[in-house]
Structures are given as structure tokens and as C-alpha cells.
């Protein structure tokens, strides 16, 4: 079964620096889908970005970007100019098309609670 | 276009209650699912369906039933509720294949006293 891991229960940065969330992960697979997904205090769980095992380019969307290290099974969160409103929990999580048997659906860390410092 | 609508936000139930959260979805996803939410546990895998008529089990199904008899509605059923299925429950619609991103409801919170 596969499993993903958020080392970091909690994580402090001052507003405007820069912040990694780590996240490993444990598959026999080669073709899979990373993703990270920020839930508030509001409970919403939003998506805030995507990766596809093949592909070798780290995925960004604005201020987020990610270090996928494939052979590592690592998949680290960048926070860059971090903002009040970036406060949350952080879930990382794994998908693959080949279920082998086992359930198809996302697989979630434990979360990493991110503050942010004014 | 309302997206992924969980009801009710908030239930209580007695022991040995029985309840139905309800889960819609107006995207026409094919794949919908079920997670619970508890405290330092992440979100765990109840149910899910690829399809109308189909469906299967998660990591935790024990306790919980489900139907898709539309694309819309998926919902879940405690037929005899515990203190042990007290958690916050969100409701996912996708397209199928693993790269779709999950859309999730606003999630419900149980309490089984």
C-alpha cells in the first residue's frame, strides 16, 4: 500500500519569506500524480498543485512551487513571499492509475500546520 | 454552477442512530468518494464510485453504506452510528483518471455522543 508522510506536524515563517513543506512518499509505481491541497480554518480543502510523475519539470502556480525528486520519492512544497492569508493546513497526497487491486482515490499525509508571523 | 454540495454542515447523533449525509455534485463527474477527516489522521478513503451503479470500498468502509443510482448524488449512510465514526466527512467529485484533481464539498461534522 502506498503511504505519504509530512514529517513537519507545524511550521512557523515571518510574512513575506520563503517556506518548504515537506512531504515523502512509499510506491512500487512509475506513473502516479502528486498533489498538494491547503485546508484553512474555514475546513475548505482547495487545491494548490499538481504534478505528474513523468514529467521530469517541477510544477509552479504563482507563489507555489514544488522540488519532485522522483528517485527520492520526495515532493516538497515552496512557499515564496508567504502572506496572512497562506496560514492553513497543508495535505499532500498521491494518486496512481494502477490501483492493483487496492482502492483508486488520493492517499493524504497527515498535514503540516503552516503560521505565519506578522 | 454550485460544484460539490455536502448537507447537512453540522448533525448529532445518539449511539445506534442511523443518518444519511448527502453529497451532489453539478460538474458531471464520473468518480465521486467519500473521506473522513479525524485529528492528526489526515483524510482516509470510505467510499468511492467511478460511475453511476458502481462502487467500491475505501481504507475505512466498516460502518458506512453507499449507492450512485445518478452521476449527481452519492450519498453515505450510518446505519448504526458509533462515538468511533465521530469525525468531519467531505464529499469528492473528479473526472475520471488518477490526474483529475478532486473537487471537495465544505464537509460535514458528526458527533456521536
Known amino acids: 500500500a502506498q503511504t505519504v508522510t509530512q514529517s513537519q506536524p507545524e511550521m512557523s515563517v515571518q510574512e513575506a519569506e520563503t517556506v518548504t513543506l515537506s512531504c515523502t512518499y512509499d510506491?512500487?509505481?512509475?506513473?502516479?500524480?502528486l498533489f498538494w491541497y491547503k485546508q484553512p480554518p474555514s475546513r475548505q480543502m482547495i487545491l494548490v498543485i499538481r504534478q505528474e510523475a513523468y514529467k521530469q519539470q517541477n510544477a509552479t502556480e504563482n507563489r507555489f512551487s514544488v522540488n519532485f525528486q522522483k528517485a527520492a520519492k520526495s515532493f516538497s512544497l515552496k512557499i515564496s513571499d508567504s502572506q496572512l492569508g497562506d496560514a492553513a493546513m497543508y495535505f499532500c497526497?498521491?494518486?496512481?492509475?494502477?490501483?492493483?487491486?487496492?482502492?483508486?482515490?488520493?492517499?493524504f499525509g497527515k498535514g503540516t500546520h503552516l503560521i505565519i508571523q506578522p | 454552477n454550485a460544484g460539490v454540495t455536502q448537507t447537512p454542515k453540522f448533525q448529532v447523533l445518539k449511539t445506534g442512530q442511523s443518518m444519511t449525509l448527502q453529497c451532489a455534485q453539478d460538474m458531471n463527474h464520473e468518480y465521486m468518494s467519500w473521506y473522513r477527516q479525524d485529528p492528526g489522521m489526515g483524510l482516509r478513503l470510505i467510499h468511492y464510485s467511478v460511475g453511476a451503479g458502481i462502487t467500491d470500498q475505501g481504507e475505512v468502509p466498516n460502518g458506512y453504506n453507499v449507492s450512485r443510482s445518478t452521476t449527481e448524488d452519492f450519498p453515505l449512510r450510518l446505519l448504526s452510528a458509533a462515538p468511533s465514526q465521530t469525525s468531519v466527512y467531505f464529499c469528492?467529485?473528479?473526472?475520471?483518471?488518477?490526474?483529475?484533481?478532486?473537487?471537495f464539498g465544505n464537509g460535514t461534522r458528526l458527533t456521536v455522543t
Open positions: 497526497a498521491y494518486r496512481t492509475p494502477y490501483s492493483g487491486g487496492g482502492a483508486d482515490g488520493l492517499t
Open positions: 469528492a467529485s473528479s473526472y475520471s483518471g488518477a490526474g483529475s484533481p478532486l473537487h
Open positions: 510506491t512500487s509505481e512509475s506513473d502516479y500524480y
